[in-house]
């Protein structure tokens, strides 16, 4: 009979071996690629699947305290499995409410299948061309932060597409990494989350089958699936961010206490918790909002989670910049560790929607 997945007892197994490495392989813009192998043999990318589909019937904010927590081992790893996670809890939503998705959950439920996302860049109106050929369509593009690549399996993205009736449409599509014209371009030599091989994709008039494309919808107006991904995905990916933040305020709370007499190390500490507690509050409001997967996908409720998005990625950034205050010249020397997180801490801003493009969306919206 199927169990769920015990998520506590993985991270106790694996995370202190996956901290353990996460330095060197941080230093060398090395992928996380054998903890990715231990994950799978864990069967953590099947986690949040439902039982009946195979899967570890995980649910969603059980992955989120999972990816917070393993953060706090390697932050490389959490923000990469993020982004198939994403993936797969989408899927699942949409499943849930009657839409496509089971068959994606059950290819990755039999296989294990490690799931590549491209949409960070794409937003409303994607990029690259598709073109019209016999039996579906060749595709040309470059999409950046594809994390997790060199262990993908199935890479989810889109293209544009100029409709010769129905006008300029995106397309969404999986796509084998392995596929004919698929090129990893080896190009992840970043500030920082160093080890997620979040390399950029490159294809080149790839043939993608007319029955793979899953989604056709209007360039450039919000489209109900932007709610879904938005609702179940930044939980997910700012709970690593969260980790990290976590993870900073720890390293630098021990030698905090050392300096007891120091008159101004309380305010400091103070002023770092309250925008650690500020950031764990956002994010938990957000994973309540996507009310395991029971929600009806709208704008406005992209709008509140991206809200919230913007409010937990300052807190995080700030939460690490304040942290390294609190640790005063120490948190400069890179043995102390907390160098690695508040550079990884920045990561945080790049993702959909950042600061100012959520208050433009969120602004037009309300008006």
């Given at each position: 009979m199927p169990r769920t997945i015990d998520l506590k007892a993985v991270l106790e197994d694996l995370g202190p071996t996956f901290g353990d490495r996460s330095a060197a392989l941080e230093a060398d813009d090395r992928f996380v690629a054998e903890n990715y192998r231990a994950l799978r043999g864990a069967k953590v990318f099947s986690a949040q699947i439902p039982?009946?589909?195979?899967?570890?019937?995980?649910?969603?904010?059980?992955?989120?305290?999972?990816?917070?927590?393993?953060?706090?081992?390697?932050p490389s790893t959490a923000l990469a499995l993020s982004m198939h996670q994403h993936l797969v809890a989408a899927a699942v939503a949409n499943d849930k409410a009657g839409r496509p998705g089971r068959k994606l959950l059950e290819k990755v439920a039999a296989q294990e299948l490690v799931l590549v996302s491209t949409g960070a860049n794409d937003w409303l109106e994607s990029n690259g061309r598709a073109e019209r050929v016999e039996g579906g369509?060749?595709?040309?593009?470059?999409?950046?932060?594809?994390?997790?690549?060199?262990?993908g399996d199935m890479m989810i993205t889109s293209a544009a597409y100029d409709d010769p009736v129905e006008g300029p449409q995106v397309l969404h599509f999986p796509l084998p990494l392995k596929a004919e014209g698929v090129t990893r371009l080896n190009d992840w030599q970043t500030l920082g989350m160093r080890a997620t091989g979040s390399d950029t994709v490159k294809l080149d008039k790839v043939f993608v089958p007319e029955e793979a494309v899953v989604l056709r919808r209007p360039r450039g107006p919000f489209h109900p699936a932007f709610a879904v991904i938005l609702t179940v995905a930044m939980p997910l990916i700012c709970s690593a961010y969260l980790g990290v933040a976590e993870a900073a305020a720890g390293i630098v709370r021990e030698g905090a206490r050392a300096r007891g007499d120091d008159p101004v190390t309380p305010f400091l500490v103070g002023e770092m918790e309250n925008l650690l507690t500020t950031a764990q509050l956002a994010v938990d409001d957000m994973i309540r909002l996507a009310e395991g997967y029971d929600f009806t996908p709208t704008a406005e409720l992209a709008?509140?989670?991206?809200?919230?998005?913007?409010?937990?990625?300052?807190a995080v950034l700030a939460t690490a910049e304040k942290a390294l205050e609190v640790a005063g010249g120490a948190g400069f020397f890179r043995k102390l560790g907390l160098e690695r997180f508040l550079r990884d801490a920045h990561g945080v801003q790049f993702h959909p929607l950042p600061e100012k493009r959520q208050q433009l969306f969120t602004g037009r919206l309300s008006l």
């Open positions: 039982l009946e589909i195979g899967g570890g019937g995980a649910s969603h904010r059980e992955m989120c305290d999972f990816l917070g927590a393993l953060a706090g081992y390697c369509y060749r595709v040309t593009a470059v999409k950046p932060f594809a994390s997790g690549g060199p262990a709008s509140r989670v991206l809200t919230r998005k913007t409010i937990a990625a300052k």
